[in-house]
């Protein structure tokens, strides 16, 4: 069975997704995440003009040779733009296998090692009684786990909070990203971080109590010792993990953490291959794995990069907010589902313009995800509900020191 056909979709019901679409000389279809946030268009050039041209003709299930033909063969190796170029066409041919097999992608990989993937969801407020709302509105939608976010005086706009305000754009689909021709620009002061946040964790343990799973994102903010700082000022509050305290390219800088705080680190969001974890991981400097399979080059490495993990006691937590479509989603959550190091997975509901886009066997129910027994990875794209949403430009915001200086974000 060869590869007849691949077409990319770029639309836009809230947000902004690339998926790609795979058709076989049988008939058979599989879907590809490929969304870049914010670098849409880019990922979608690079598809539609040098890789799309190469797949026609393939056999269809030779998934590994046909990624490692598209990662070696193109010389300039990683970066985001690649790997999610490379994610798609991986996730459309296991797509297209299950279908093939008539069993969900999870059978494929062994089979299921639980009954379902416990998520966390992210909560968030401008002061303690919002975000304490927030929780509890979390926890009745069903989360057993909770991600907490919250501003901080004397910053006027911060990373992961909902309902703050914006200074342009339109806010969309419950992220970041804003609408518009150029970035919003937030700022940063990171001792007035430091000096806030443990304060927010007393209360909210102080309210919700000692068994809720508490997780939090400093979001590569922090300098090394500026991590093990907020680590150590966090243990009395027993955080499930805390996640990118630090830009993890500095890979020895996990070092520092690792010697002054027991905090449980989740790091790789960001990352896109898996050399970028092979320090991290051997060395035990990580807890968590947070590589997305759309970002990460698809199934086939994410799978490979979590029995590599396996052999450290190092878990998952792969990244799962809305910049992920539905298809990378459910890729993720069959991976997820046999693994037997599964962590934790991140999830962030996405609107219902975007399910009306991309119909899903996927399911939540009592805290825990399943991506559905449909063949494949149990999402099917509706292409005439896609086209009516076009690409509308979007970025995420840039990040400024009080004295002007870009700082990380």
Not at 13 to 33: A, I, M, Q, W
Not at 104 to 129: D, E, I, K, V, W
Not at 194 to 217: N, S
């Amino acid at each position: 069975m060869n590869i007849a056909s691949a077409e990319v979709v770029l639309t836009s019901p809230s947000r902004n997704f690339v998926t790609l679409k795979v058709t076989t000389d049988e008939g058979v279809t599989g879907l590809g995440d490929a969304t870049l946030n914010g670098r849409e268009l880019a990922v979608a050039t690079y598809l539609s003009e040098h890789v799309v041209p190469l797949l026609p003709g393939r056999d269809a299930h030779r998934i590994e040779d046909t990624w490692q033909y598209l990662y070696r063969g193109a010389y300039w190796r990683r970066g985001p733009v690649t790997m999610a170029a490379i994610a798609a066409v991986d996730m459309a041919l296991w797509d297209i296998k299950g279908k093939v097999a008539g069993l969900p992608l999870y059978q494929l990989l062994g089979g299921a090692s639980r009954n379902g993937l416990l998520a966390y969801g992210h909560a968030s407020g401008t002061s303690l009684q919002s975000l304490s709302e927030s929780i509890h509105a979390h926890l009745e939608r069903g989360y057993r786990a909770i991600r907490v976010q919250t501003a901080v005086p004397g910053i006027n706009a911060l990373y992961g909070v909902a309902d703050q305000p914006q200074s342009s754009g339109e806010r969309y689909d419950y992220e970041p990203a804003g609408r518009g021709v150029r970035p919003v620009e937030e700022d940063w002061d990171t001792a007035a971080y430091l000096r806030h946040v443990p304060t927010v964790f007393e209360h909210v343990r102080q309210e919700f109590g000692p068994e809720l799973p508490l997780l939090h994102d400093a979001h590569h903010r922090l300098r090394p010792i500026e991590a093990a700082t907020l680590g150590k000022r966090l243990e009395p509050y027993d955080l499930f993990w805390l996640e990118d305290c630090t830009p993890a390219e500095n890979q020895q800088g996990l070092r520092l953490v690792r010697q002054h705080t027991t905090t449980p680190l989740a790091i790789g969001e960001v990352f896109n291959t898996g050399w970028d974890y092979q320090q991290l991981i051997s060395e035990q400097l990580i807890d968590y794995v947070r590589a997305a399979a759309t970002h990460f080059g698809g199934v086939t490495p994410l799978r490979k990069v979590m029995d590599f993990a396996a052999a450290f006691q190092i878990r998952s937590g792969f990244h799962g907010p809305t910049d992920v479509s539905p298809v990378g989603l459910a890729a993720q959550l069959h991976v997820g589902l046999a693994i037997h190091n599964f962590g934790i997975q991140e999830y962030m509901e996405h609107s219902a313009a975007t399910n009306n886009v991309f119909h899903q066997s996927m399911t939540f129910k009592d805290g825990y995800l399943h991506p559905g027994d449909n063949p494949g990875l149990g999402v099917e794209l509706d292409e005439e509900a896609a086209a009516g949403f076009s690409y509308q430009p979007a970025y995420l915001p840039v990040t400024r020191l009080r004295d002007g200086t870009i700082h990380d974000w």
